[in-house]
């Protein structure tokens, strides 16, 4: 894995760690609302960062086209994530982000592409 491809699944992951803490945010703060959404749409944006730096990491890079499977995937995932909190499906939208969590945490730690 490129280091481009290692640092965008970096910052997802801290990113995807934040979440989580942005929420109890929302739950206790009158403005925590701003804060998970912009930790959401960070995440997204990292996970869009995420795809062309798979692709790159795949056609010229000459690497195994299953990272831009699991960008792809994942993105798809993200962006579910981001409608269900919109919707306030919290029994979908919750186990969801421990999902893309380990996901992502799963993604950093392979040795390769």
Do not use: E
Request: aromatic content about 8%; glycine content about 10%; proline content about 4%.
């Amino acid at each position: 894995m490129t280091t481009f491809l290692r640092v965008t699944v970096a910052l997802q992951t801290v990113a995807l760690f934040l979440a989580p803490v942005t929420a109890g945010l929302l739950l206790t703060t009158p403005d925590g609302h701003v804060l998970h959404s912009a930790s959401a749409y960070t995440v997204w944006g990292v996970a869009v960062v995420q795809v062309v730096a798979a692709v790159l990491v795949w056609r010229p890079g000459g690497g195994s086209p299953r990272v831009v499977l699991y960008a792809v995937v994942f993105l798809g995932l993200v962006t579910a994530q981001v409608f269900l909190g919109i919707a306030h499906v919290t029994t979908v939208h919750v186990p969801l982000g421990v999902l893309l969590f380990g996901l992502s945490l799963v993604m950093l730690t392979r040795r390769s592409g």
